[in-house]
């Protein structure tokens, strides 16, 4: 299956900075999503990010509060922006594996994020 | 977006079977069913997928209704390893996952 590098994988901000987190997948891949997981909740779809056009967002979320990056097949960025303590979640990213032809979907571990 | 329905939580004896169902009537004719299952501090991780016939995988077997508006996720003997959170869902439009609640599977020793 896919193998997702997401880093960092956990870090403290304090409130008003940004962060941005790194997905890198070992293999050439379509689309890319990014979800965020609340303290003790399911995991929820930010966006979905595709190479060479502008992600597409699910409602509730805004290219403003998280810009994303996916500039080539293998690598996406997702930036948490003026961050508040309402902001602390898991931050995940995850593709499609059609490597095996499963067809299942592969998760990065996580980025924990906690501000303050 | 996908719709699905998972009981809060189930517990389970350790080298017991596990039966984990999940209700997504809003599901269309050519989607798969989806698990996946969530250990503590991981991402989630791919469990089984199937469209219409049981499947079965080293992990675990998925028995889908008839109908398709309900499926079950049978761990055969649970471990102590298998204590996670197990989300049932399906493709909604542009290949996009979306979860429900999921289920906490507790393991009993």
């Known amino acids: 299956s896919a193998v997702i590098s997401q880093k960092p994988s956990r870090d403290i901000c304090q409130r008003g900075t940004s962060l941005t987190i790194q997905c890198q997948v070992d293999?050439?891949?379509?689309?890319m999503f990014w979800y965020r997981q609340q303290p003790g909740q399911s995991l929820t779809l930010i966006a979905t990010a595709n190479q060479g056009s502008e992600a597409t967002y699910e409602s509730g979320f805004v290219i403003d509060k998280f810009p994303i990056s996916r500039p080539n097949l293998t690598f996406s960025t997702l930036t948490v922006s003026n961050m508040s303590p309402e902001d602390s979640s898991i931050y995940l990213c995850s593709v499609e594996d059609r490597r095996t032809g499963r067809y299942g979907y592969t998760f990065g571990s996580g980025t924990r994020l906690t501000v303050v | 977006d996908a719709k699905t329905t998972q009981p809060n939580s189930m517990e389970s004896n350790e080298e017991e079977p596990v039966h984990l169902p999940c209700n997504h009537s809003?599901?269309?004719?050519?989607?798969?069913i989806h698990w996946y299952r969530q250990l503590p501090s991981q991402g989630p991780e791919y469990v089984i997928h199937g469209l219409t016939s049981n499947v079965n995988n080293r992990m675990a077997s998925l028995a889908i209704a008839e109908d398709r508006k309900s499926s079950t996720l049978i761990l055969h003997r649970a471990t102590l390893r298998d204590a996670a959170v197990y989300y049932c869902t399906y493709k909604a439009a542009g290949n996009k996952l979306t979860f429900g609640g999921g289920t906490r599977v507790l393991v009993k020793p």
């Open positions: 809003t599901i269309s004719g050519t989607d798969y």
């Open positions: 293999s050439q891949v379509t689309m």
